[in-house]
């Protein structure tokens, strides 16, 4: 047996039990936390989004691979793309599930989480994005089962619903508009949520939609391809064509100089300003608690360092470079989600009209929301790993849907006398 097998193999339940200890104690703090309230963590009135919404955000925007990859091959006909569009998929069914369960802790009574959906309220940003994450799950489940319907293991135990599951596929043109309308919608509008807050004058601007809009699609293409190629070095049943993730990657990286030059100007442009909480929130991101995440994990080493190694040939072909160029892509977008969502709450001003002053905030995570958001990146790392393992969800082996033409016949002429 080759040795990089036998290794493989001994490593994944070593790895799979890591994760079920992980997911374990992560529902034994949610459970403490739905006792208990969200009065045993570190949540309060001026700082109510901490690190629950941190990785809610993050799992969102790092799912963009779906709704992109699938509007490439089945609305733009590149069909080459279809193997990667499959993996995306099942990443994003796993990042919104793993969103919805921060959402589930997060909003303090989960027993009513079903409120949004029965009691419309038309004038909420955030209803409008509970609508579009609602439907937009339901679309990538509708993807997603065609996936477990060609599994050999389930077509060997239910063939009949195997053959249902695979011709939910036909549908998979018209999931993709549907999939693209309500990504939109709701990435723009998670940006759009704190851009139209004017108590937060550092969220209060027009620009945020369209940087979480931006990031998102790069976050999620990046995600995809480094999963794929993680997922071919630690597992013999993963199959990728380095063609195509190199091909994904280079546009990746042209994406990361715009995202940069649209990041540093939006940021740096409200110096123009002095704006009472604008100016003391750029101070806290620029140079105060949050610089070193800005300008190292943000800026250099998740935007401006992977851009150059993904759009040179040279460094992209390096596999060790690649690889550490999509992980800062990928951490450079949880950076800038985690940086957007703290900023905007650290810098508060009371309501007594004599004072003027801004009254600087604190957080930090209690052990109870580290423990639940750990069982929670656990619980879509396993998904993953099963997904790879036991449905194929990396496999660029097999060939994309192609349309196959009819043979002319060219009429044979008769012999003449």
């Known amino acids: 047996m080759n040795p990089k097998i036998r290794l493989h193999r001994a490593v994944f339940p070593l790895w799979v039990i890591l994760l079920a200890v992980l997911m374990l104690a992560g529902l034994v703090a949610g459970i403490t936390v739905f006792i208990n309230g969200l009065v045993v963590t570190n949540l309060t009135d001026l700082v109510p989004w901490g690190l629950w919404i941190g990785i809610d955000l993050s799992a969102i925007a790092l799912s963009a ?3 992109t990859l699938s509007a490439a091959v089945y609305l733009f006909g590149w069909k080459k793309l279809q193997p990667l569009a499959r993996t995306a998929v099942f990443i994003g069914f796993l990042g919104y599930s793993m969103a919805m369960l921060c959402l589930l802790m997060d909003i303090g009574r989960p027993d009513r989480f079903w409120h949004a959906i029965v009691f419309w309220n038309i ?3 955030l209803w409008e994005v509970t609508m579009c994450v609602v439907l937009y ?3 990538l489940l509708l993807e997603v ?3 477990f319907g060609n599994a050999g293991w389930f077509k060997a135990r239910w063939p009949s619903l195997s053959h249902r599951l695979h011709n939910l596929h036909k549908f998979a043109p018209i999931l993709a508009i549907f999939g693209l309308g309500f990504s939109l919608l709701h990435q723009s509008s998670l940006g759009a949520t704190y851009g139209v807050l004017k108590a937060r004058p550092i969220w209060y601007k027009p620009s945020l939609a369209i940087l979480f809009i931006v990031s998102a699609v790069i976050g999620g293409l990046a995600l995809t391809v480094l999963a794929s190629k993680l997922a071919a070095l630690f597992s013999e049943r993963a199959n990728v064509r380095d063609d195509i993730l190199d091909k994904v990657s280079q546009v990746i990286g042209w994406m990361l100089f715009g995202y940069l030059y649209l990041r540093f100007w939006d940021t740096l442009g409200m110096e123009y300003t002095l704006e009472p909480g604008r100016t003391e929130g750029l101070h806290i991101l620029t140079s105060g608690a949050l610089a070193f995440n800005f300008w190292l994990g943000e800026l250099l080493l998740g935007i401006l360092i992977p851009a150059v190694i993904l759009v040179s040939g040279r460094l992209r072909r390096q596999p060790r470079l690649h690889l550490l160029a999509l992980a800062f892509t990928v951490g450079g977008l949880v950076a800038y989600r985690w940086d957007i969502n703290i900023v905007g709450q650290l ?3 009371t309501v007594l009209p004599t004072q003027i002053e801004p009254l600087y905030t604190a957080y930090r995570p ?15 790392l396993l998904g993953f790993t099963l997904g790879a393992r036991y449905l ?3 496999d660029h082996s097999s060939l994309p849907e192609t ?8 009429p044979v002429p008769l012999p003449t006398d």
């Open 65 to 67: 691979g779906a709704f």
């Open 123 to 125: 004038h909420s940003p």
């Open 137 to 139: 799950f339901t679309v």
């Open 145 to 147: 089962l065609p996936i």
């Open 347 to 349: 810098v508060a001003f």
């Open 366 to 380: 209690a052990m109870v929301e580290i423990l639940v958001g750990l069982g929670v990146i656990a619980y879509g």
């Open 392 to 394: 194929g969800i990396v």
């Open 403 to 410: 349309a196959v033409e009819p043979a002319i016949v060219k």
